[in-house]
Nanobody
Framework: QVQLVESGGGLVQAGGSLRLSCAASGRTFSSYAMGWFRQAPGKEREFVAAISWNGGRLYYADSVKGRFTISRDNAKNTVYLQMSSLTPEDTAVYYC????????????????WGQGTQVTVSS
């Protein structure tokens, strides 16, 4: 079992940056692919970024490519999402998720989910 706890969300002005963290419990974190998803008010949850267990494969949604960077530190059991050039359209609750298989954009393939952290971008 893996428990995930996100942090780092908050209020930021358009054009600003935030770094989200997701701390995982459990000794098997380094074998998990990890992903970030987000859900804006009134919208379905959508894929943001994913990273393979060793960081060798990265995937991004087109909407965040070039602005967001996913990374991980297996020694710290933590995955990060560095977000820059934020726009009001990035406002959402951001969730991290763990997948015992390969890094994927498919939400249903993730086995574990955090509780989410709110990111609000003001114009």
């Amino acid at each position: 079992q893996v428990q995930l706890v996100e942090s780092g969300g908050g209020l930021v002005q358009a054009g600003g940056s935030l770094r989200l963290s997701c701390a995982a419990s459990g000794r098997t974190f380094s074998s998990y692919a990890m992903g970030w998803f987000r859900q804006a008010p009134g919208k379905e949850r959508e894929f943001v970024a994913a990273i393979s267990w060793n960081g060798g494969r990265l995937y991004y949604a087109d909407s965040v490519k070039g602005r967001f960077t996913i990374s991980r530190d297996n020694a710290k059991n933590t995955v990060y999402l560095q977000m820059s050039s934020l726009t009001p359209e990035d406002t959402a609750v951001y969730y991290c998720a763990g997948n015992r298989g390969m890094a994927t954009m498919r939400e249903y393939e993730y086995d574990y989910w955090g509780q989410g952290t709110q990111v609000t971008v003001s114009s």
